[in-house]
């Protein structure tokens, strides 16, 4: 398949102040234009009130409705977010659909009960959205635990790694983006 852009489609964060700065390092990673539809409201049909969260992979399913021929798309959501049989994700994706999606909710340093670091907070964005991707072009999880494909149980593993591929990851990605 030939990729064309990486979509993001935002649920309910409202003027979300880490565009650009997403934005531009998706590119430079990617090599692909980032387009940004408008905020969308979340799917509460996802939404599991014995848990508090929102089913992940149900995401991945409702992507599909601004998914073009080509496109990566990934949401971005401010809520938790569950798989059956885990306590929580901080996302997932689909290589079948090329869409994947992303929980700010535990990337904030006062869910772990420290002070805010916008630094550190676009970061692990970063990170999560980049593995996410990774996974929408089929990459599996690495063993390096400083590779972004690294899987990550806890935000410890996610500080760990780097929001870039080691240079075998790197390859595969280049790829299933063709772009050698």
């Known amino acids: 398949m030939k990729y064309k852009k990486i979509v993001i489609q935002p649920y309910q964060l409202g003027n979300f102040p880490y565009k650009d700065i997403i934005s531009r390092k998706l590119e ?3 090599q692909l234009p980032v387009i940004w539809l408008p905020d969308r ?3 509460y049909a996802a939404f599991n009130p014995e848990r508090n969260q929102f089913l992940g992979s149900y995401f991945l399913k409702d992507l599909l ?3 073009s021929e080509g ?3 990934l949401g971005i959501v401010p809520y938790d977010l569950y798989e059956p049989d885990l306590n929580f994700i901080f996302g997932v994706a689909s290589p079948v659909t090329q869409t994947a999606v992303i929980s700010l909710y535990r990337l904030h340093n006062t ?4 002070p805010e670091d916008q630094n550190l907070f676009i970061e692990r ?3 999560e959205a980049v593995h996410e991707i990774g996974h ?3 990459l599996p999880h690495c063993p390096n635990p400083t590779c972004v494909m690294h899987f990550s149980n806890s935000i410890e593993d996610t500080d760990r790694k780097s929001y870039y591929f080691c240079p075998s990851c790197y390859q595969k990605v280049k790829m ?3 772009q050698f």
């Not at 869910?111 to 420290?114: A, N, P, V």
């Open 28 to 30: 430079e990673i990617f």
């Open 41 to 43: 409201e979340m799917p």
């Open 65 to 67: 409705s601004v998914k």
């Open 71 to 73: 496109d990566i798309v």
């Open 111 to 114: 869910f772990y009960g420290l």
């Open 125 to 127: 964005i970063l990170k």
């Open 136 to 138: 929408t072009l089929g």
């Open 176 to 178: 299933a983006l063709g």
